[in-house]
């Protein structure tokens, strides 16, 4: 059974970071394509970042390059989303899936909240 | 960027009968390899996403035949033959042929 784990979520103030990760199981984690799709309280859905399977491709939504960094341990079957510079505009639960367009699972998401 | 407009926003609709999300890119979605890049997307009350169609019309897996996907170019639909109560959440139409890939703003599916 796939199955994709999040962790790394909660409050942090404006400006600080947060790395979220995500680990997977149930496929071969290497043969995959990973993004990160996030969805703010109450709105829909916005793509925020994918990666190669061998981590040499790296593509973001322009509101998030140069803040956030996806990388990923393909020893270790996971997934990360280091964030800096964080915004209040960047709270959102952040969903980590499996694919590079074609998102085939997803995982329950953390919430990261940006308040003072 | 790719803009994707979903009509209607919401829908409420009788169990059992049809029902219909369009959805409109504002670039064509049919990639030169011959392949169109629109997905569709289903989130119920207090879940994660879930994949219903690919390119299109596949069908994934576990996806029941009363919900078909279709259209080309830059016009799409999902349709419901019969709704029932399990079709109850946000529709979400997707494209993934130019980055940053874009979502439609989402179809509330309700039940009468």
């Known amino acids: 059974e796939v199955q994709l784990v999040e962790s790394g979520g909660g409050l942090v103030q404006p400006g600080g970071s947060l790395r979220l990760s995500c680990a997977a199981s149930?496929?071969?984690?290497?043969?995959?394509?990973m993004s990160w799709v996030r969805q703010a309280p109450g709105k829909g859905l916005e793509w925020v970042a994918n990666i190669k399977e061998d981590g040499s491709e790296k593509y973001y939504v322009d509101s998030v390059k140069g803040r956030f960094t996806i990388s990923r341990d393909n020893a270790k079957n996971s997934l990360y989303l280091q964030m800096n510079s964080l915004r209040a505009e960047d709270t959102a639960m952040y969903y980590c899936?499996?694919?590079?367009?074609?998102?085939?699972?997803w995982g329950q998401g953390p919430l990261v909240t940006v308040s003072s | 960027e790719i803009v994707m407009t979903q009509t209607p926003l919401s829908l409420s609709v009788t169990p059992g009968q049809p029902a219909s999300i369009s959805c409109k890119s504002s670039q064509s979605l049919l990639h030169s390899e011959g392949k169109t890049y629109l997905y569709w997307y289903l989130q119920k009350p207090g879940q994660s996403p879930q994949l219903l169609f690919y390119?299109?019309?596949s069908r994934f897996s576990g996806v029941p035949d009363r919900l078909s996907g279709s259209g080309s170019g830059t016009d799409f639909t999902l349709k419901i033959s019969r709704v029932e109560a399990e079709d109850v959440g946000v529709y979400y139409c997707?494209?993934?042929?130019?980055?940053?890939?874009?979502f439609g703003q989402g179809t509330k599916v309700e039940i009468k």
């Open positions: 997707m494209q993934g042929i130019n980055l940053p890939w874009t």
């Open positions: 899936a499996r694919g590079q367009s074609m998102f085939s699972y």
């Open positions: 390119e299109v019309s």
């Open positions: 149930g496929f071969t984690f290497s043969n995959y394509w």
